[in-house]
Structure formats: C-alpha cells, structure tokens
C-alpha cells in the first residue's frame, strides 16, 4: 500500500510501507516531510532495511592445532615434530582472522598436552561457529606429499572401515624413522566431535581445500570424509586440515620455513573467510 492516512486525509507516499516481524516501515523521505510534526522526533533510515539475520553469522570459530606436549605428533626424519609447526601455523590462522575481524579461540597456545575431551570441552563452551583442526600428515610412502581436508562424518561404510582397520594394523608393524602414533589420536579426535551440520562441514571443507590449492603449490589430494564413526561432543561443523607429509623430506622442509607456514597460513585462513562470505550471504547455503 502506498497512501498513508494524515491528519484524515490520505496521501500518497513514495513507495510502498513493508512489514518486518510486526513492524510497519515507511519511506524515510515521506516520514520527515509529512509525518515529522505528527511524529516528534523521527527515526530516519535510509528507505526499508531487511533486518539482520543473526542465525547465520560467523563470529567465533575455534583453531586446534594438533598434538602437544608429551605427544608429539608424528616426527620427520630431520626432526621436526607436528605439535611445534601445526601450533605456528595455527597462530598464524588465528592473527589473521582477528585482522579480519573473526575471533579465533585456540585449544592450545603453546607446547601443552591436551586431552581430547579438553579440547572437545574447548569447542562447546566456546560457543563457537565450527572447528577446525590442523595437523601434519605421515604415510609409509616416502613420496606421499600435498594436503587434504577432512569433514566429519558419522557414518563411514564397511569398505572404508575395513580399509581403515588394514592401515592399523600395518602401522603397528612399521619401524620407520618417524612415529606413526598420530594416527590413533587422529582417530580418536574424530570420536569427540560429532555435528549434525554435515553438509556445512563439507562446505568448509571444500572452501579451504579451494584456497590452499589455489594459493600454494601443495598438492591437492582433495577433500575427504573421516573415516572414523561415532561421532559426539560439540555441535559444529567441524574440519581437519593435514597441512602436508611430515614423512616426506621436501615436505618437512618446506613446513619448516617460516614464509612457507605463512603461505599456508594464509590460505587456511583465506578459505575461512570465503566460507563466511558465502554462509551468511545465503543465510547458511539455504538460498
Ligand atoms: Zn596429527
């Protein structure tokens, strides 16, 4: 409707009056030249504003770097632990959200064991929008290289539990330089997060793999389902992010160069950024 009703004569206003949740909008320019001595003192904005959507949001996200402490994570063969580089490079994520306005609660922020269940705890009483994990990966191959983002799921099918149960148990057997213990505690993060936001956990997934692949020459080996089940705890979408093969010398290097962390820091950091972009441009990917 475009007439309003002033001192009992109708008139016909700019555009039409729109209703938001049970209040009446009218065109600001109509307001202060008719309405302005009926109304005292206006409240002027600038034509009719959708109001905010405060459901789909992203202000918080928790960063959980890897290992810590007594666990160091798997080891490369010059020495370089995955506690000491993931806990850098999460920094880096972290300070480079906060420049963009994102707070990032860090599970860790230094060389400290944390239990899972801590960490888990970290996630929920935080209140934050989702999780993100980063690790350094390891693999028997020497020549296994690039990064991969894993989302959280609670299902996984038979073949890939059975794949997974072989990869166990060769790992026992193995007697490589480097420490395979990683890849039960990565098993066991899988078990502390559990989200019903499946799909928003791919989406994140596939935003940082984006990034990474795009900004860096590390090898995309795509993004990935866990394929460890029963998932519980916090309530978020929830990725892991295996920032490259400690087990693979060229690797380890490069993750041993301050420039290089940044780099991936950076597009870590970068796909975050394009993730909320978008999740709350179409109120969390429903439009
Ligand atoms: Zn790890």
């Known amino acids: ?61 928790v960063i959980d770097p890897g290992h810590g402490g007594d666990d160091p994570g798997a080891i490369g063969k010059t020495g370089l632990k995955e506690k000491d580089l993931v806990l850098d490079i999460s920094k880096r994520v972290k ?10 609660v860090m599970t860790r922020e230094r060389d400290k064991f944390i239990p899972l269940t801590k960490r888990s705890q970290i996630a929920n009483e935080s209140d934050a929008d989702f999780f993100v994990s980063v690790h350094a990966n390891a693999a028997r191959l020497k020549g296994a290289r690039g990064f991969e983002v894993y989302y959280l799921s609670n299902a996984v099918d038979d073949n890939a539990r059975a794949v997974q149960a072989a990869e166990d148990s060769f790992l026992k057997f193995d007697d490589t330089s480097f420490l395979h213990r990683n890849t039960d505690l990565e098993a066991t993060v899988w078990d502390l997060v559990y989200t019903e936001n499946r799909e928003e956990s791919i989406e994140l997934a596939k935003y940082i793999a984006k990034a990474v ?21 916090t309530q978020m979408p929830s990725v892991l992010v295996e920032v490259g093969f400690i087990s693979n010398p060229a690797e380890e290097r490069n993750l041993r160069d301050p420039e290089y962390r940044e780099a991936v820091a950076s597009a870590i950091t970068r796909g975050i950024l394009n993730y909320k972009k978008i999740y709350e441009s179409t109120d969390g990917f429903t439009q």
């Open 213 to 233: 692949d795009d900004q860096t020459s590390l090898k995309n080996r795509g993004v990935k389902s866990a394929r460890f089940c029963v998932l519980r705890g």
């Open 95 to 104: 300070d480079k959200l906060a420049e963009n306005g994102v707070n990032a």
């Open 1 to 61: 409707m475009e007439y309003a009703v002033v001192n009992g004569r109708p008139e016909k206003m700019g555009s039409p009056v729109v209703f938001y949740g049970g209040a009446v909008a009218i065109p600001a320019d109509f307001a202060v030249e008719r309405m302005g001595k009926l109304l005292g003192r206006p409240q002027i904005t600038r034509g009719p504003q959708p109001p905010v959507t405060q459901k789909y949001l992203i202000r918080k996200i």
